[in-house]
């Protein structure tokens, strides 16, 4: 259903409730991804005050991603299901509460529980707010400023989340988990009063409970054998069997999917090529960027001993620079077309990531690292609003969750892939001797993969502009009428001058 605030801000002028409705959306994004960055700066001070060991203490961070990422299936369509702004507010209220819990707690189990929690209430407030935008703003210059300003919003809480963690452990990490939980409350009680009010989908076939219990179990399944298979081994006989599992229940998911009347995902929409390379692309796009991080992290902590907030600080350019560029993104994309700029920003990644190959156990930071921050720093702020534009256009309103789970599930299922990738190759390099130099050595071939990554990234986005043309239309496959197939339908879509 389209909102009731479509009409102002499709004739170009935006009302005081319309930006509150922005921002009340940017908060809950902010908080998910200042979640996410927070928490890694404070694992050795909870380690020190709970005593978990190092494998307990990964499942503070893991058991966030899993639920996080093996829901948003299911998060991004019950929002199409049973209403947006529901979702969204009863998802927000839950992640408030975890984040009361996390703070309060005195054992790991507890405190991994509220992690889980979080990260499930995150899969729901995620999906849930980017179609309350997509069906909220008109597709065109319209929403892809409102999609660069919350997605600057998601960039700004990671880079900011690292600096604070680093100034909030100092007194106590407890503060870490609590802060997120009144900054939830104010946006929670803002919604109730600006979010529009949208619909439940009357005009569909039941509940496709088969298929949330594979996608769901599939993606769980997937995400916790990424995770653990570092630690496992990735050749060894659990790990391996845990693929076979996600492959079989994936196969099943799909078969069951092409047969309901009311899928989970309607895999038409995965016939369009521009959906195709966002997906991918948001892969590419997290997943370098994620071992990059952990990477630089361990580089600048544990071989050039800097501290905590030290290396947040060093961090900060990056997302500065995407902060400041949030109100011109919008115009950079009308302009030139979310393909283009997806290409300028994994190039720029690529070479952001490959300068950093040159840094040494005694690094001047303006000439070495200072180059590499600002050009990854202006990748995201091209890369990360154009993949969530590329996706949503074209898309029903009825079908705006479902492609917004699709892809934070694509962002979450790369990061975690792709970093356990990063670490086991630096695991097999690991030098017998730790000198110093031989570490460092050991890290470079983890830089050469992330490297690689964003190149795959730089490909499939290439892919896109051999074959764009100047007029086309936007194809995308529609729902099957009742009883019968999918079917594409180029009609419904007048030619324009596509920008995909």
Avoid at 267 to 279: K, Y
């Amino acid at each position: 259903m389209t909102s009731p605030l479509t009409t102002p801000a499709s004739e170009g002028r935006w009302t005081p409730r319309l930006w509150g409705t922005l921002l009340v959306l940017c908060a809950a994004m902010f908080l998910d991804a200042l979640d996410v960055s927070m928490v890694g700066v404070a694992l050795p001070s909870i380690g020190s005050e709970l005593n978990l060991s190092t494998s307990t203490l990964q499942w503070i961070v893991s058991g966030y991603i899993l639920g996080y990422g093996g829901l948003l299936l299911l998060g991004g369509r019950t929002a199409d299901l049973l209403g947006r702004r529901q979702v969204f507010l009863v998802a927000l209220g839950v992640f408030a509460l975890a984040s009361l819990l996390g703070g309060l707690v005195d054992s790991g189990p507890l405190l991994i529980a509220s992690r889980f929690i979080k990260g499930l209430s995150a899969a729901f407030t995620a999906p849930a707010g980017l179609s309350i935008i997509t069906t909220t703003f008109a597709e065109g210059p319209l929403r892809n400023r409102a999609l660069s300003i919350y997605t600057t919003c998601a960039a700004t809480g990671f880079s900011m989340g690292l600096v604070l963690s680093g100034l909030l452990t100092e007194a106590s990490w407890r503060l870490t988990m609590l802060l997120p939980a009144p900054i939830a409350l104010i946006a929670l009680f803002a919604g109730l009063k600006l979010l529009p009010r949208s619909e439940r989908e009357k005009d569909h076939n039941g509940y496709d409970i088969p298929g949330a219990i594979l996608g769901t179990a599939s993606m769980l399944l997937l995400v916790f054998t990424v995770v653990q298979a570092p630690e496992a081994g990735w050749a060894s006989a659990r790990t391996l069997l845990s693929f076979l599992a996600v492959a079989v229940l994936l196969t099943v998911f799909v078969a069951v999917e092409r047969r309901s009347p009311s899928p989970l995902i309607r895999l038409g929409v995965l016939r369009s090529g521009s959906q195709i390379r966002a997906q991918l692309g948001a892969m590419a796009f997290f997943g370098s960027y994620v071992g990059f991080q952990f990477l630089v992290t361990l580089y600048m902590q544990s071989l050039l001993g800097w501290s905590a907030l030290h290396t947040a600080l060093a961090f900060l350019p990056a997302g500065a620079l995407v902060a400041l560029s949030s109100t011109k993104v919008g115009a950079v994309v009308d302009r030139f077309g979310t393909q283009r700029l997806l290409a300028a920003g994994f190039a720029l990644m690529v070479v952001g990531y490959a300068l950093f190959l040159r840094v040494d156990l005694d690094p001047v930071y303006a000439a070495v690292i200072l180059p590499s921050m600002l050009l990854i720093g202006a990748a995201c702020a091209l890369v990360f609003p154009s993949l969530n534009i590329q996706a949503t256009n074209g898309v029903d309103d009825h079908e705006q969750g479902m492609v917004s789970g699709l892809l934070n599930t694509s962002v979450q299922v790369g990061g975690a892939l792709f970093l356990a990738v990063v670490t086991a190759v630096v695991t097999a390099h690991s030098p017998e001797n730790p000198s110093p130099q031989a570490v460092l050595d050991s890290y470079r071939p983890g830089l050469i993969v992330v490297t690689g990554i964003a190149l795959v990234g730089l490909l499939i986005s290439l892919t896109g502009l051999r074959t764009r043309r100047p007029q086309e239309s936007i194809v995308v496959a529609k729902s099957a009428p009742e009883g019968g197939t999918s079917v594409l339908d180029e009609a419904e879509v007048a030619p324009v001058a596509v920008r995909d």
